[in-house]
């Protein structure tokens, strides 16, 4: 085996959520990620930028979010959920998913808007953990449902929600284009009713 196929391994790797003050360092990282990725959305660097955030004002009725799988953990902050250091860089940068929320009649719903994990840190866990701490995001700003949209070929990531709870419930004809595909729309319920008034 070639140093070049030796699989990287996914033991020390930190997930956690991507803050305002390295957004030099992760726009530039999640860019090269999404663009190296067939089927990742390649949004462009002011796409990614409103998920960088800070925390968000209490009561908000919409937030974003963006976590990311991190090689490096004495650059990198505890697990999401943890408590935070702050940090100026980062480096491998090996993953990333990206999340809103909006707050309808009481109730917030939340969608997976792109997300990727670097090929050679494929089928480790990583997705997994991505996910987890999306979800773990979306419940703490009272979504009771979380939304997303997969190309239907796409079997990796749809095998990856499937696993994750979330279950396909319509299909959006052409809803892809580069090349023409249609969207999966898939969704998984948080358990969450909706709060009265
Ligand atoms: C989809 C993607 C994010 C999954 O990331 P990952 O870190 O490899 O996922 P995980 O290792 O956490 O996989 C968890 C489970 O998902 C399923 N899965 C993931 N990749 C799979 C594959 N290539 N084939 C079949 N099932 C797969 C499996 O059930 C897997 O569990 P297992 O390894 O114990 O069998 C990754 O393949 C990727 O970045 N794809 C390109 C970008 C993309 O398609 N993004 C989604 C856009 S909607």
């Not at 002011?46 to 968000?56: G, I, Q, R």
């Not at 009272?142 to 929600?161: D, K, P």
Request: aromatic fraction near 6%.
């Amino acid at each position: 085996m070639t140093p070049k196929q030796v699989p990287a391994t996914a033991q020390g790797v930190v997930v956690r959520r991507a803050e305002m003050k390295e957004a030099e360092a992760v726009l530039k990282s999640v860019l090269n990620l999404a663009r190296a990725s067939a089927t990742a959305a390649h949004w462009s660097r002011a796409a990614f930028h409103p998920y960088l955030s800070t925390d968000e004002a209490g009561g908000a009725l919409q937030a974003k979010a963006m976590f990311l799988a991190c090689t490096d953990p004495a650059k990198c902050a505890t697990e999401a959920g943890g408590s935070h250091t702050p940090i100026a860089t980062v480096d491998g940068i090996v993953g990333f998913a990206a999340f809103s929320t909006i707050m309808t009649v009481g109730v917030g719903e939340s969608t997976l808007e792109n997300m990727a994990v670097a090929i050679p840190w494929q089928r480790q866990g990583i997705g997994c953990r991505l996910l987890k701490a999306g979800l773990h995001w979306c419940r703490a700003h009272a979504a009771g449902t979380v939304f997303l949209e997969v190309r239907a070929s796409n079997r990796a990531a749809v095998a990856l929600y499937e696993r994750a709870g979330f279950s396909a419930v319509g299909n959006r004809p052409g809803y892809y284009r580069d090349p023409a595909e249609d969207g999966l729309q898939m969704q998984k319920s948080l358990g969450r009713a909706a709060r009265a008034g």
